[in-house]
């Protein structure tokens, strides 16, 4: 069982930065691939970025890679989306999500997620 908080959303302009985090309880959490996904209003969830459980590979959509850094703190139980340069096109709510085995875009395939956590770019 894993359970996932998100927090550091916000509104910034346009070309700003932001920095999520996951914090996340329970003993699956070092064994689980973690991964941040978006959703804006009318559409489906889209996969942003994941981490795996040792952190040391990470996936990112082609859409934030470059301006997007995902990673991990084991010890401490947390998940991070550093974002920067970003854009209105960013505006979702961002998930943190948690799975068993390998990584995965599909959202129907992550066994955990938390609440999501607003980020709004304004131009």
């Known amino acids: 069982q894993v359970q996932l908080v998100e927090s550091g959303g916000g509104e910034v302009l346009s070309g700003n930065s932001l920095r999520l985090s996951c914090a996340a309880s329970?003993?699956?959490?070092?064994?689980?691939?973690m991964a941040w996904f978006r959703q804006s209003p009318g559409k489906a969830r889209q996969f942003v970025a994941g981490v795996a459980s040792s952190g040391g590979y990470t996936y990112y959509a082609d859409s934030v890679r470059g301006r997007f850094t995902a990673s991990r703190d084991n010890a401490k139980g947390r998940m991070y989306l550093q974002m920067t340069s970003l854009k209105p096109e960013d505006t979702a709510s961002y998930f943190c999500a948690a799975k068993r085995g390998d990584m995965d875009s599909e959202s129907s395939r992550y066994d955990y997620w938390g609440q999501g956590t607003q980020v709004t770019v304004t131009s």
């Open positions: 329970g003993r699956a959490f070092d064994d689980s691939f």
